[in-house]
């Protein structure tokens, strides 16, 4: 039967990792330092790292020290990203069937720019990934249309031929909008459904 979608982007957190603690959880757990004194940084100036309008290790710089962290910034990301990273590996094996399939696979992520340099050189380049696309590089999130008019410009193909796979129900709005399909993942099986279908 004839494909319907030729390209699949795929959301990271709630998608691909399904079962990560928070960062702030798991500094609590293993360093002692309580989420609480966290909050006002992920609730502030983070929000701007993730559209690229701050730079993450310039403001942690300013709070490591309050927080109570004993290492340097860089030590601080390597324990964030490593930890952070628990990939699904269903839904990974799943994305490489998809790619064997000759269906073009993209990650759309929400996040500051030193996570999404380390998840382009994780899962980009045709690991898992044909590119990763993330919102402090583009400027905005993807409840913004512009991340998709980003998108769409860098992919080139068709729109009716884009599946767009999010656990977030304002960004699946902000894709149908756009002129997407999207499908608001629970888990995998909804997904193979969905996909079933069409493949």
């Excluded at 494909?3 to 757990?29: C, H, M, N, P």
């Excluded at 993730?50 to 109570?68: Q, R, S």
């Excluded at 045709?126 to 998709?148: H, M, T």
């Amino acid at each position: 039967s004839d494909v319907k979608y030729f390209t699949i982007l795929f959301d990271l957190d709630g998608v691909l990792i399904t079962k990560a603690k928070q960062f702030s959880d798991r500094l609590e757990e293993i360093y002692g330092i309580p989420v609480a004194r966290l909050q006002p940084f992920f609730t502030g100036v983070f929000l701007e790292c993730g559209i690229g309008k701050a730079d993450l290790k310039e403001e942690l710089i300013k709070v490591i020290g309050d927080w109570g962290w004993k290492g340097s910034v860089d030590e601080l990301l390597a324990f964030w990203f490593s930890t952070g990273t628990e990939i699904d590996q269903e839904v990974a094996a799943f994305v490489s069937q998809l790619r064997q399939q000759g269906i073009k696979t993209y990650l759309t992520t929400d996040q500051e720019k030193y996570r999404g340099e380390f998840l382009r050189k994780m899962f980009g380049s045709g690991v898992l990934f044909d590119e990763v696309f993330y919102s402090a590089e583009i400027g905005c999130r993807k409840k913004d249309p512009a991340f998709f008019a980003y998108v769409d410009a860098h992919i080139d193909v068709d729109r009716q031929q884009v599946l767009f796979v999010d656990d977030g129900e304002k960004n699946i709005e902000t894709a149908k909008a756009f002129g997407y399909d999207a499908h608001l993942f629970t888990d995998l099986d909804g997904l193979k459904a969905v996909l079933s279908t069409e493949l």
